[in-house]
T-cell receptor
Framework: GQQLNQSPQSMFIQEGEDVSMNCTSSSIFNTWLWYKQEPGEGPVLLIALYKAGELTSNGRLTAQFGITRKDSFLNISASIPSDVGIYFCAGHSAGGTSYGKLTFGQGTILTVHP | NAGVTQTPKFQVLKTGQSMTLQCAQDMNHNSMYWYRQDPGMGLRLIYYSASEGTTDKGEVPNGYNVSRLNKREFSLRLESAAPSQTSVYFC???????????FGPGTRLTVL
């Protein structure tokens, strides 16, 4: 089946530093999504990418859909304490029997020290 | 607009007991999903419903059943709970045009 490798598994950074995390896949996706999950909550969508090569920003967050359609990265600039959480990438293959189903990475745990 | 809601938020069961987790969405989405989340495993799909009246198995369906009651509601049933089903369960829904999935707050289930 499809697999996503997300790295790094965890990050410990100082407030104000930039953060970068990425996901690679063994197969092609039509959509890449980045979610953030805070303790005791469900994942919340941060950025959605729908075209190969697409670069999208949402405030201090920037994500790109890799040109090969097998990878994506998420950058967070000038981190703040409320950025703490688990960040998940997810890939979506549309059409056929896999319609609508997402494959998730294992998550990146982000800790920001004030 | 509540999005995706789940009940209960917490549940403790004994081995062999049964229960149903409820999920509802008010976004008029066609598709709904049930995931479980375990430490270090990310989210794994249990069952999904591409549209009202249809359900399909996901990656880890054993020990679970689902019912798509109507367009809004999608329930997950554990007929005979086992300790291996201790997990956090998330419901999600998606719809046109992007089919992006939106998640509920989760149900934390412990099976003793």
């Amino acid at each position: 089946g499809q697999q996503l490798n997300q790295s790094p598994q965890s990050m410990f950074i100082q407030e104000g530093e930039d953060v970068s995390m990425n996901c690679t896949s063994s197969s092609i996706f039509n959509t890449w999504l980045w979610y953030k999950q805070e303790p005791g909550e469900g994942p919340v969508l941060l950025i959605a990418l729908y075209k190969a090569g697409e670069l999208t920003s949402n405030g201090r967050l920037t994500a790109q859909f890799g040109i090969t359609r097998k990878d994506s990265f998420l950058n967070i600039s000038a981190s703040i304490p409320s950025d703490v959480g688990i960040y998940f990438c997810a890939g979506h293959s549309a059409g056929g029997t896999s319609y609508g189903k997402l494959t998730f990475g294992q998550g990146t745990i982000l800790t920001v020290h004030p | 607009n509540a999005g995706v809601t789940q009940t209960p938020k917490f549940q403790v069961l004994k081995t062999g007991q049964s229960m149903t987790l409820q999920c509802a969405q008010d976004m008029n989405h066609n598709s709904m999903y049930w995931y479980r989340q375990d430490p270090g495993m990310g989210l794994r799909l249990i069952y999904y419903s591409a549209s009202e009246g249809t359900t399909d198995k996901g990656e880890v369906p054993n020990g679970y059943n689902v019912s798509r009651l109507n367009k809004r509601e999608f329930s997950l049933r554990l007929e005979s709970a086992a300790p291996s089903q201790t997990s956090v369960y998330f419901c999600a829904s998606s719809g046109a045009p992007t089919d992006t999935q939106y998640f509920g707050p989760g149900t934390r289930l412990t099976v003793l």
